[in-house]
């Protein structure tokens, strides 16, 4: 077996665990670490981790280790120093799942190549260099739709090139030419409508603290890099 197999194995566990009845130990647990979170915070639930004897704390979407006795918190990211696969975003990504039919696609921009049949939505904000490189990357995959909200976080110049752009008489086009060639959309009329207070909301309400971030038509979410291989794949296992 795969170390990547292994470790979606024991991920797959951890849901497992995550929707069944919360046991002796956890409850153990979270009665004994609520109190030490700080004044008014909840833990929502305790979960075994399968690594280093560690308990994953979750409150208010947030996750945090603990011992089995609750003496210690451990704030940060678990990485397997073999794969150098983030656990801790893997987890949090498992735990964003949505329902993508929920999602305003009229607030994306809209790509369709080949036939169009799988479908992606993905956050990105006009100035993230790793949404430019993932744009490089959905070039070699096709019979695609891409729905792309522009979710612009990084600068006051990332709501204008959105505006500028979404207001393009073809938005994909437009958004296709500054992602690949760097060639800007005509400036827009400033009071030209656009979904940007939208997106952002919706941002926030899904947690999206970073660009890109990708949902897959299952509402598995990844805010990782994926190569064009890895992305194939994902895509194809959707069938």
């Excluded at 709501?159 to 060639?183: L, P």
């Excluded at 309400?205 to 990782?224: E, H, M, N, Q, W």
Aim: proline share 4%; charged share 25%.
């Amino acid at each position: 077996m795969t170390r990547f197999k292994k470790t979606l194995l024991l991920l797959l566990a951890m849901a497992a665990t995550a929707a069944g009845a919360e046991t002796v130990q956890e409850a153990r647990i979270k009665k004994l670490i609520e109190p030490r979170m700080g004044v008014g915070i909840k833990v929502d639930s305790i979960t075994k981790t399968p690594y280093a004897g560690l308990y994953e704390v979750r409150t208010n979407g947030d996750i945090f280790y603990t011992d089995e006795n609750a003496d210690y918190i451990v704030v940060g990211k678990v990485i397997d120093t073999r794969t150098y696969k983030d656990l801790t975003k893997e987890r949090v990504d498992q735990l964003a799942a949505i329902n993508f039919a929920d999602l305003p696609l009229d607030a994306a921009v809209k790509t369709v190549k080949g036939n169009g049949k799988r479908v992606l939505a993905i956050f990105e904000d006009p100035n993230c260099p790793y949404c430019k490189n993932l744009h490089k990357t959905l070039q070699e995959i096709d019979n695609v739709t891409v729905y792309t909200f522009l979710l612009n976080i990084l600068s006051d110049d990332s709501v204008v090139k959105s505006r500028d752009i979404w207001c393009s008489a073809d938005r994909s086009k437009a958004w296709n030419d500054w992602m690949t060639n760097g060639k800007a959309a005509a400036a827009a009329a400033p009071a030209c409508p656009t979904p940007n207070d939208k997106v952002l909301a919706l941002g926030k309400k899904l947690r999206i603290v970073g660009t890109p971030t990708v949902y897959f038509a299952d509402g598995s979410r990844t805010g990782s890099a994926l190569d064009a291989k890895a992305l194939e794949q994902k895509l194809a296992s959707l069938k």
